[in-house]
């Protein structure tokens, strides 16, 4: 089920790690880079609850979620092909927009997929696997440039753009298991079957503008008390991974080799060393996605979520000081720990509190904690990157770490009982 969450979140990988340093390659500015960054909590806040509530409404042949994933895998594997070819910095902004649309087409109704498919108590095995698909997908993608150039393909390989050709291999990779792997998922489990009844309250309200609108509405009215306390943690948590993403490569490329001038080799290293380092974190969440899901029926989803939190938050304080690039190895054990949590535990906290019958359209809504807290920081980061950070990339992943550990309180607020259980 979950094969084709991998491709999906290929994508992302490559985003996280490439969209900074190819914005650099192509002339931007550094605190303007949350600014370029706008496409996924803009087109994430727009998208997914629209989506939610029309994969919730929608009947066809193949079922209410598949269109939605095939549509948006398309557009994803095309935009995945041509963005290491931008020739200007417009062209790659306008193309993380449409690609970041098609995958919150995607995303939302995935999410919604596997609710659909589980019993209340084998949802904290499937959220889990889906978070260590994350963490595998995103460990390939993060490791593709640098095993590219373990091939023998030169990281001094550059474009009239300074593009990097192995950059450019590596979203082609992308664009194939975009589309194939969503394929593969769809076609060996399929959606199950509604009953008559469920097809005819859906038809009883058709499909349009107007009753998503009125669903939303609604949801939002009636959203469980448990999703209500979720949102400061969210804030906190989102912000401080949208922000770790856009700077640690500048972070790096000064704590480790000195330069933030995306024209030298040291910057080109710096890319490749926080592939690796980005790569190793994910496996760390690939291994700590499974190592939850005991934990979690044990304890209690936010118990765990407020400790992987903490974990996470310390080991990003530690990042900016280090020097030696063998010992970036161990803060991203702790990275890895948060990220298995955020990509599972928030999610068994919220299918276990929401309608069956409304899954999609709060898995939608649910994506705004997500995107709301990145429109935030996409907007306050240039402000305050200069006076109140110092111009300084090492100063951003202070502020990240700060803002996990105060995550991870916030989720304490959460008690386990009441949180439905899986029995």
């Keep these: 089920m979950n094969i084709g969450f991998l491709g999906l979140q290929f994508s992302f990988g490559l985003q996280q790690a490439n969209m900074a340093p190819i914005y650099r390659y192509l002339g931007a500015e550094e605190a303007s880079l949350p600014l370029l960054w706008l496409a996924g909590p803009v087109t994430g806040l727009l998208v997914q609850p629209i989506i939610g509530a ?15 994933f095939l549509i948006g895998a398309i557009l994803c594997s ?70 590219l150039v373990w091939w023998g393909i030169g990281s001094d390989m550059v474009d009239a753009n300074g593009i990097p050709v192995i950059t450019r291999i590596a ?3 992308g664009a194939f298991l975009s589309i194939t792997t969503i394929y593969w998922s769809v076609w060996r489990v399929p959606e ?31 959203m ?131 309608p069956p019958a409304r899954t999609g359209i709060y898995m939608g809504i649910f994506n705004m904690f997500i995107v709301v807290p990145m429109l935030v920081e996409s907007l306050t980061m240039p402000l305050i990157y200069s006076p109140l950070l110092g111009g300084d990339p090492r100063n951003v992943l202070m502020l990240s770490g700060g803002l996990m550990l105060v995550a991870g309180l916030a989720t304490l607020r959460i008690q386990p009982g009441s949180v439905a259980q899986p029995s």
Aim: with cysteine.
């Design 78 to 147: 095309l935009c995945l092909f041509a963005m290491p070819y931008s020739p200007a910095l417009w062209v790659a902004a306008s193309l993380l927009w449409i690609l970041d649309a098609a995958n919150n087409v995607t995303m939302e109704p995935y999410r919604a997929y596997v609710g659909d498919r589980l019993d209340a108590d084998q949802r904290p095995l499937g959220y889990l696997t889906q978070a260590s698909f994350t963490g595998l997908a995103q460990t390939f993608a993060y490791l593709t440039p640098s095993l």
């Design 224 to 354: 469980p008390p448990v999703m209500r306390r979720l949102a400061l943690p969210m804030l906190c948590q989102w912000f401080a991974m949208f922000a770790y993403w856009q700077y640690i490569a500048l972070a790096i490329g000064r704590s480790v080799f000195g330069t933030g001038d995306p024209a030298t080799a040291g910057f080109r290293d710096a890319v490749l060393l926080t592939g690796q380092a980005g790569a190793f974190y994910n496996f760390v969440a690939f291994l700590a996605g499974f190592a939850m899901v005991p934990l979690t029926r044990k304890l209690g989803a936010p118990r765990v979520h407020a400790a992987a939190l903490a974990i996470s938050g310390a080991a990003i304080l530690t990042v900016p000081g280090i020097t030696d690039p063998l010992l970036l190895a161990l803060p991203m054990l702790g990275i890895g720990i948060g990220w298995a949590s955020m990509m599972g535990c928030p999610y068994i906290m919220l299918a276990n509190a929401v």
């Design 171 to 173: 979203f082609v990779i």
């Design 54 to 68: 029309l994969s919730d409404r929608t009947v066809s042949r193949w079922g209410r979620r598949t269109p939605y």
């Design 192 to 222: 199950l079957p509604l009953g008559a009844g469920a097809i005819a309250v859906m038809r009883s309200e058709p499909l349009s503008a107007r009753t998503a609108a009125a669903d939303i509405v609604s949801a939002v009215h009636d």
